[in-house]
């Protein structure tokens, strides 16, 4: 059993930044991928970036790209998800989620325990 808690969304104006964390505990995920996934109010979850177990291969969607960056420190069993240049369409709950697997993948579906959300808001 895995339990992951999201922190560090909040209300951001446009151009600005924030560092989401996901922390898990009741396992350690230091040999597992993490993914985080986004979802806007009346659209479908998805994929926003993933990291795997070493945290040497990130994969990014290609609307984050060169704005985001994810990064692991296994010794405190958290994720981050650097957020820079945020636009209104990067608006939405953002979930981290844990891949029984080392390498990560865009696929919500291979995903195994999910976090409860953080609500990110990017005002125009």
């Known amino acids: 059993q895995v339990q992951l808690v999201e922190s560090g969304g909040g209300l951001v104006q446009t151009g600005g930044s924030l560092r989401l964390s996901c922390a898990a505990s009741?396992?350690?995920?230091?040999?597992?991928?993490v993914g985080w996934f986004r979802q806007a109010p009346g659209k479908e979850r998805e994929f926003v970036s993933h990291?795997?177990?070493?945290?040497?291969?990130?994969v990014y969607v290609d609307s984050v790209k060169g704005r985001f960056s994810i990064s692991r420190d296994n010794a405190k069993n958290t994720v981050y998800l650097q957020m820079n240049s945020l636009k209104p369409e990067d608006t939405a709950v953002y979930y981290c989620?844990?891949?029984?697997?080392?390498?990560?993948?865009?696929?919500?579906?291979?995903?195994?325990?999910w976090g409860q959300g953080t609500q990110v808001t990017v005002s125009s």
């Open positions: 009741g396992r350690t995920f230091s040999g597992y991928a």
């Open positions: 990291i795997d177990w070493s945290g040497s291969s990130k």
């Open positions: 989620a844990v891949r029984f697997y080392g390498l990560g993948s865009s696929s919500p579906n291979q995903y195994a325990y």
